[in-house]
């Protein structure tokens, strides 16, 4: 006896808990059609996110034209997703092909600051001097640094000539913090032969 041949399939993709569950939900016992719409848009910002953290350049293109036309921000999404996860080559692309405008986000400097040094070389080739920039409550990208411990973005700040005597967040002194951190003596070093304020030494 003869069976027809089954065509090959891709074993599905494992669904997510919580998105993909309220979709199905909403396919079998619908409550209003936005409810659907919105839970769908959320999911492709989740799937968009995810990518742009590892995708290659080659690699995120085709996901961009292809969800652009439902999320308009979608260029941006991948922005800052490359930025968050250092994914630098592609920040770099995304940077150049898609500019966020004329002046940075408190959320993209901040998630550049998660990224570390690539991303902020990127940055500075197109917003020259925005390391000097504020990052709002958090004080200045030296302290966002230092509380992430990221040591390789303070001495890439640190070496741009970043203003390190004045730099502070919520009344600590960028010395203070490194310390309170458990930055690497090195790093204390550095930052003490650079000017830093230290409230703490004994006169």
């Not at 405008?101 to 400097?109: D, F, K």
């Not at 990224?115 to 197109?126: S, Y």
């Given at each position: 006896?003869s069976?027809?041949?089954?065509?090959n399939?891709?074993?599905?993709?494992?669904?997510?808990?919580?998105?993909?569950?309220?979709?199905?939900?909403?396919?079998?016992?619908?409550?209003?059609?936005?409810?659907?719409?919105?839970?769908?848009?959320?999911?492709?910002?989740?799937?968009?996110?995810?990518?742009?953290?590892?995708?290659?350049?080659?690699?995120?293109?085709p996901?961009?034209?292809?969800?652009?036309?439902?999320?308009?921000?979608?260029?941006q999404?991948a922005?800052?997703?490359?930025?968050?996860?250092?994914?630098?080559p592609?920040?770099?692309?995304?940077?150049?092909?898609?500019?966020p405008?004329?002046?940075?986000?408190?959320?993209?400097?901040l998630?550049?600051?998660?990224?570390?040094?690539?991303?902020?070389?990127?940055?500075?080739?197109?917003?020259?001097?925005?390391?000097?920039?504020g990052?709002?409550?958090?004080?200045?990208?030296?302290?966002?640094?230092v509380?992430?411990?990221?040591?390789?973005?303070?001495?890439?700040?640190?070496?741009?000539?970043?203003d390190?005597?004045?730099?502070?967040?919520?009344?600590?002194?960028?010395?203070?913090?490194?310390?309170?951190?458990?930055?690497s003596?090195?790093?204390?070093?550095?930052?003490?032969?650079?000017?830093?304020?230290?409230?703490?030494a004994?006169?």
């Open positions: 006896m069976h027809d041949r089954q065509p399939r891709s074993p599905p993709r494992p669904p997510s808990p919580t998105l993909d569950s309220a979709i199905l939900q909403q396919v079998t016992t619908p409550t209003a059609p936005t409810d659907l719409h919105d839970l769908l848009l959320e999911r492709d910002e989740d799937l968009l996110d995810s990518a742009s953290r590892v995708a290659t350049v080659p690699g995120l293109e996901l961009l034209t292809y969800l652009t036309p439902r999320l308009p921000n979608a260029p999404i922005l800052h997703s490359a930025a968050y996860a250092g994914n630098a592609l920040f770099r692309y995304l940077l150049h092909q898609y500019p405008g004329p002046q940075l986000s408190l959320g993209l400097r998630a550049a600051a998660e990224g570390g040094v690539g991303v902020w070389e990127a940055l500075e080739q197109v917003y020259p001097g925005c390391i000097h920039d990052v709002g409550h958090h004080g200045d990208l030296l302290c966002v640094a509380d992430r411990g990221s040591e390789e973005l303070v001495r890439y700040l640190v070496g741009k000539g970043i390190v005597p004045n730099s502070g967040s919520l009344g600590l002194s960028v010395l203070q913090l490194a310390r309170r951190r458990g930055l003596d090195e790093i204390v070093e550095l930052l003490a032969r650079h000017g830093a304020r230290d409230p703490d004994r006169d």
